[in-house]
């Protein structure tokens, strides 16, 4: 087995290719430690001390360093990891606990109530993001995940490699903002969640 690397627009990043399926339906984020002890493959990653997130897509794992780490020590111990993992056939979650699909975090200050007279464009936001968005910050090692739309703006979190990222104000606001816009004119803002 080999696994690829490639780099990502954020120089703390990595995005990892083990050549086979990581999840077969969206995404999964691990912003801690303590989240990563759903998954063995993500709690190894976190053991090296050098990692602050790990991220799983659909062939794809993007690690992000700790200030100060450096890859030329901690890409060996990921590639490693993901060696033992891949070859083993390790599952990808503990028994019993949640897997699959990105759920957004609980964020009391983050609940966009959302009107029914804005499904149309709630459904064009989403198709956009699904096959236009989604596609090209997953090329980079990361996912975007809606949180909301109401009066116009919409609400979303970058993940993975994105969240973080140098340029990720960019991507949101010159990227994201405006093909939204351009296809979908009740958008006037994106704004991150």
Same mark, same amino acid.
């Given at each position: 087995m ?16 083990p ?14 430690p303590?989240?990563a002890?759903?998954s ?12 602050v ?5 659909a062939?794809?794992?993007s690690v992000?360093a ?6 030329? =020590?901690?890409? %060996?111990?990921?590639? #490693?990891? &993901? ?11 503990? $028994? ?30 989403n ?9 090209a910050?997953a090329?980079?090692?990361?996912d975007?995940?809606y949180r ?14 994105? =969240?973080?990222? %140098?340029?990720?104000? #960019?991507? &949101?606001?010159?990227?994201?903002e ?6 979908? $004119?009740?958008?006037v ?5």
């Amino acid at each position: 087995m080999f696994i690829e690397t490639e780099t990502t627009p954020n120089p703390a990043a990595l995005k990892f290719l083990p050549g086979q399926t990581v999840m077969a339906a969206g995404s999964r984020e691990f912003a801690t430690p303590e989240a990563a002890e759903a998954s063995p493959l993500a709690q190894a990653i976190f053991d090296t001390g050098e990692v602050v997130n790990v991220f799983f897509g659909a062939d794809f794992v993007s690690v992000t360093a700790a200030p100060g780490a450096q890859w030329s =020590a901690l890409r %060996p111990q990921v590639i #490693a990891i &993901l060696l033992d993992h891949f070859v083993s056939q390790a599952p990808l979650f503990t $028994p019993g606990t949640a897997s699959g699909i990105s759920v957004p975090p609980p964020e009391d200050d983050l609940a966009v109530e959302e009107r029914a007279e804005d499904a149309e464009v709630i459904a064009a936001i989403n198709e956009l993001l699904e096959t236009r968005v989604r596609p090209a910050v997953a090329g980079d090692g990361g996912d975007i995940a809606y949180r909301g739309f109401r009066d116009g703006v919409v609400y979303l979190t970058l993940q993975g490699s994105c =969240a973080g990222c %140098p340029s990720s104000t #960019a991507t &949101l606001k010159h990227g994201i903002e405006g093909l939204l816009k351009h296809y979908v $004119p009740e958008v006037v803002e994106v704004r991150a969640a």
